[in-house]
């Protein structure tokens, strides 16, 4: 194909484009009024299936289903009046809104949860309540800056009895008492983040499409014959066009690796088969770098990475799912966005920038970067890591992004539209302080013992809380903070009127809890971590955020079609590497996955010390092991979780970049600036509701962007599959505005 042909397909492109929307934006309509029906001709059978002399088959032939979607809607049509099944636990969460991390139906498999911190226990506090701010005006909620309002004082009243509890939560740990907690307070000996002392080695890169074939790399494009897409087929056909200086094949399209799902219960076995596959000849699972020689594989089940040796030669294959999603670009527009990245890194001042393997390993590595390295500077020597101990209780007790669908009744069961809107780069945001050093404990004494401004500066400074809250008995709107759901690692938002629990939280939704713009919450102050405020995350955070605006910008005006999808990638790069780069931070236990060949006649060879058997294929195994926390001198869970709860906290209240013209000052956005009852769901940066949403897009780092809309009456979702299909309906219905 030459320039001419490629010009003209890009034009018939368009062409169909223009076709399509229009043809889009019907569908989406006519998709929101098939739900409509179906949700009419859903509650006809239930009123159906009331009578004495219903049968599952007739009312089946009338509407048009099978009698097994009829026997689910009215289980007693079922055989011998098959009793109602009870709820699972999905379910009954969607029920009362307190729903933990969505897993959605078509992905079985549950990511390990670690293991709990060491010698953690819980132990009785006295409390100290904060009492009900006396006025309910908002205010900037910033977990770092000293406010010029006071906070609520302190008062020692008897708490409210709390109603008993509908579920059976999770305990969270605390801090021991005397001595035995005190002696967590410290850093670890000899570890420290210090800026390193050499560049990362830059490894060639290519980019394969498995459905097409066509490889991509510095040095040309290919089409390959790749058969089904094996290991060995991969390996092969690459390594046959393309030098042993790529290092690293990232796969744009095609999941090989979910070939074989059908024949599993579980994605990960199908990815371990995939991985484990026969090799070339010469080829291994590389075992010749990192800490533990047996870890080759990392068994993903959306964004596996494979590992492979031959002789000197090493080799990943990768999804480019972990940096985003490609849409539908060729491999040659991705290799474009990853080069626009490289170059729009270099232009922030990140002069080392090396591009490796995942957006956090790119990202921790950058900000090891911006480490002080003159000597005399603050932290010249390093960021002390804390002690064990304080590490595993902020892994135990500090949740990542607030995830909830809030379902009927506590919404009604048809809505008048649906809204979608999303803080655009927002964790950029709460990077500018952090807590530094050793922190404090802030025992209930030693917090009653301090002054109004002592406790003011406190709660405003980089700290985390334990708390005793109680809600106010005429709350109507959604819950403030987070408190321990049942299940591993599972949290949800207490909303009812009157309701009394005990959790952990940072000190920004301390803050909203207090001062939010309806009513005030009570807070009482059982124990805490503060931490001296510092800006370890600043300059990476500025730097990042430069190269995010000046992509976006690439993005809208750029010349050529490709360049603008490359920078519109690449932007979104950016935003993977300050993700999840963060979460680098929070070092959770360490999971250790490999695989070891089937011995003669299918004998398990013996596993590693410590390992569990989690898959098995009729040539290998995979293991699976928690080494807990390794003495990794990155490990900053403070900065993490200050991160967290602060973006938590802008999810209901925050000042956008834009001010109101008749006072001058910010104006304000979040789930507590809409109307009680309209919203229907939260997934860490957006808010859904059923109300009209007019803030103001600055196109500042926190602002919220309108990303889907349907202004016209929807059913109310009650599982993650409505959710999801209304996202999608209101993202195309909002696209085909545009037009």
């Given at each position: 194909m030459d320039s001419k042909a490629y010009s003209g397909g890009l034009a018939e492109l368009r062409e169909l484009r223009d076709e399509i929307k229009p043809l889009l934006r019907d569908l989406a309509k006519v998709q929101a009024e098939l739900a409509k029906l179906e949700s009419r001709r859903d509650q006809r059978i239930v009123d159906l299936g009331t009578f004495e002399k219903a049968k599952a088959d007739r009312i089946a032939t009338s509407a048009g289903v099978s009698v097994i979607d009829v026997v689910t809607l009215v289980p007693t049509l079922g055989p011998q009046g098959a009793p109602i099944a009870p709820a699972d636990s999905a379910a009954t969460d969607s029920a009362t809104g307190d729903l933990s991390e969505p897993q959605p139906t078509a992905q079985l498999i549950k990511e390990p949860a670690g293991t709990p911190a060491p010698d953690l226990r819980p132990t009785a506090?006295?409390?100290?309540?904060?009492?009900?701010?006396?006025?309910?005006?908002?205010?900037?909620?910033k977990a770092v800056d000293s406010p010029a309002a006071t906070v609520p004082s302190v008062a020692v009243s008897p708490a409210p009895v709390a109603p008993p509890a509908a579920e059976q939560e999770r305990t969270l740990p605390s801090i021991p008492e005397g001595q035995s907690g005190d002696r967590w307070f410290h850093a670890e000996r000899d570890l420290a983040s210090k800026r390193p002392n050499f560049k990362q080695d830059a490894r060639g890169m290519a980019f394969l499409d498995t459905t097409t074939g066509v490889l991509v790399w510095q040095g040309g494009t290919v089409r390959l014959e790749l058969g089904q897409a094996t290991v060995a087929?991969?390996?092969?056909?690459?390594?046959?066009?393309?030098?042993?200086?790529?290092?690293?094949?990232?796969?744009?399209?095609?999941?090989?690796?979910?070939?074989?799902?059908?024949?599993?219960?579980?994605?990960?076995?199908?990815?371990?088969?995939?991985?484990?596959?026969?090799?070339?000849?010469?080829?291994?699972?590389?075992?010749?770098?990192g800490r533990d020689r047996l870890a080759g594989h990392l068994v993903h089940q959306r964004n596996p990475v494979g590992r492979w040796q031959r002789g000197d030669q090493h080799t990943e294959i990768r999804s480019v799912g972990e940096w985003?999603?490609?849409?539908?670009?060729?491999?040659?527009?991705?290799?474009?966005?990853?080069?626009?990245?490289?170059?729009?890194?270099?232009?922030?001042?990140f002069d080392d920038v090396v591009i490796m393997g995942s957006p956090s390993q790119t990202g921790r590595d950058l900000w090891s970067r911006t480490i002080p390295s003159k000597a005399g500077a603050k932290w010249a020597d390093?960021?002390?890591?804390?002690?064990?101990?304080?590490?595993?209780?902020?892994?135990?007790?500090?949740?990542?992004?607030?995830?909830?669908?809030?379902?009927?009744?506590?919404v009604p069961e048809r809505v008048p539209g649906w809204y979608e809107v999303d803080r655009t780069f927002a964790y950029a945001k709460h990077t500018w302080a952090s807590g530094v050093g050793v922190p404090q404990r802030i025992t209930a004494a030693r917090f009653a013992a301090m002054s109004?401004?002592?406790?003011?500066?406190?709660?405003?400074?980089?700290?985390?809380?334990?708390?005793?809250?109680?809600?106010?008995?005429?709350?109507n709107h959604v819950g403030l903070l987070p408190a321990p759901a049942p299940g591993d690692r599972a949290w949800h938002y207490p909303y009812e009127g009157g309701r009394t629990f005990t959790t952990w939280a940072g000190g920004a939704e301390i803050n909203l809890a207090l001062r939010n713009p309806l009513m005030p919450w009570r807070i009482e102050i059982l124990d805490g971590l503060l931490w001296e405020s510092g800006d370890p995350l600043k300059s990476w955070s500025t730097k990042l955020r430069e190269a995010w605006q000046s992509l976006r910008a690439?993005?809208?005006?750029?010349?050529?079609?490709?360049?603008?999808?490359?920078?519109?990638?690449?932007?979104?790069?950016?935003?993977?590497?300050?993700?999840?780069?963060?979460?680098?931070?929070?070092?959770?236990?360490?999971?250790?996955?490999?695989?070891?060949?089937?011995?003669?006649?299918?004998?398990?060879?013996?596993?590693?010390?410590?390992?569990?058997?989690?898959?098995?294929?009729?040539?290998?195994?995979?293991?699976?092991?928690?080494?807990?926390?390794?003495?990794?001198?990155?490990?900053?869970?403070?900065?993490?979780?200050?991160?967290?709860s602060a973006a938590r906290a802008a999810l209901l209240s925050v000042s956008t970049s834009s001010k109101d013209p008749a006072t001058g000052k910010p104006l304000?956005?979040?789930?507590?600036?809409?109307?009680?009852?309209s919203v229907l769901a939260f997934r860490t940066d957006a808010i859904y509701t059923s109300a009209p949403v007019a803030w103001p897009y600055g196109g500042e780092p926190g602002d919220y962007l309108l990303k889907g809309r349907m202004a016209w009456e929807q059913t109310a979702p009650r599982s993650d599959e409505d959710f999801y299909v209304l996202q999608a309906l209101g993202r195309q219905a909002l696209e085909s505005e545009g037009l």
């Open positions: 506090q006295p409390p100290v309540p904060v009492a009900e701010a006396a006025s309910g005006k908002d205010s900037d909620l087929e991969i390996l092969t056909a690459v390594y046959a066009v393309a030098p042993a200086s790529v290092q690293r094949i990232y796969i744009t399209a095609g999941d090989p690796w979910h070939q074989t799902s059908e024949r599993h219960a579980f994605l990960k076995d199908a990815v371990a088969e995939w991985l484990n596959g026969p090799l070339p000849e010469g080829w291994g699972v590389e075992s010749s770098r985003f999603d490609p849409e539908g670009a060729d491999p040659a527009t991705v290799r474009a966005a990853f080069v626009e990245l490289w170059k729009a890194l270099r232009a922030a001042k390093g960021f002390p890591v804390m002690s064990q101990e304080i590490r595993g209780l902020l892994h135990a007790t500090a949740g990542q992004g607030r995830t909830e669908l809030i379902a009927p009744p506590r109004e401004k002592e406790q003011t500066n406190a709660l405003f400074a980089p700290s985390h809380w334990q708390v005793r809250v109680t809600i106010p008995k005429d709350w690439a993005a809208d005006v750029h010349g050529d079609e490709q360049q603008r999808e490359a920078c519109r990638l690449a932007s979104r790069a950016v935003r993977s590497i300050l993700l999840y780069g963060i979460g680098t931070f929070a070092q959770r236990p360490r999971i250790t996955t490999g695989s070891l060949e089937l011995g003669a006649g299918g004998q398990t060879p013996e596993l590693p010390d410590g390992a569990r058997l989690t898959g098995i294929t009729d040539t290998h195994v995979t293991w699976e092991r928690n080494q807990g926390f390794a003495r990794d001198q990155y490990a900053h869970p403070e900065w993490a979780a200050g991160v967290w304000k956005a979040g789930a507590l600036h809409l109307p009680a009852g």
